[in-house]
């Protein structure tokens, strides 16, 4: 099995336990809710998690029929799934401090400290480049191997 393959199943593996252990969380909000609710931010967290699951383990796939060298199937899926990683961490603290229900309304809150919106848009266009490129560069992958 090749490394980029392993790394992509262990995250997923990893993403999965986390989406578990976020609904248990979940859960206990809302059980100790008047209204029934999770925090947003520990809802999206808890189904970002099991999302990210299951696309750590297409990236597995594509990764096992992609002929790319090694090393670029490598980078392509560590960069995508360093932004999964990013992303449920970041719905994990505002889920923890309850600071927003909304990560992209400005002022862009963290706990009791604003984000500058340069810095939220510098890191949401690295997001996309990296998580998209590295989809596309697997994806090319795939396309030839098949084709």
């Known amino acids: 099995m090749e490394i980029a393959e392993s790394v992509s199943i262990l995250s997923a593996g990893i ?3 986390v989406g578990l252990l976020t609904g248990i969380w979940k859960y206990k909000q809302i059980a100790a809710s ?3 609710e ?7 967290c808890h189904r970002a998690s099991l999302l990210y699951a299951f696309a750590a383990i297409l990236l597995a796939k594509f990764v096992e029929v992609s002929q790319l060298d090694s090393t670029v199937e490598l980078v392509a899926v560590s960069v995508v799934l360093f ?7 970041t719905y994990f603290v505002h889920g923890l401090l309850q600071d ?14 604003t ?4 810095s939220m848009a510098v890191m949401m266009w690295s997001l996309i480049v990296a998580e998209v490129g590295g989809f596309l560069v697997l994806f090319y992958g795939v ?3 098949v084709l």
């Open 38 to 44: 999770a925090h947003p931010y520990v809802d999206i």
């Open 83 to 89: 932004y999964f990683a990013t992303a449920i961490l």
């Open 115 to 118: 984000v500058r919106p340069v």
């Open 100 to 113: 927003t229900d909304n990560q992209l309304r400005t002022p862009h809150r963290l706990g009791n400290t």
């Open 143 to 145: 396309v030839t191997a």
């Open 34 to 36: 008047e209204n029934a």
């Open 15 to 17: 993403f999965f336990l």
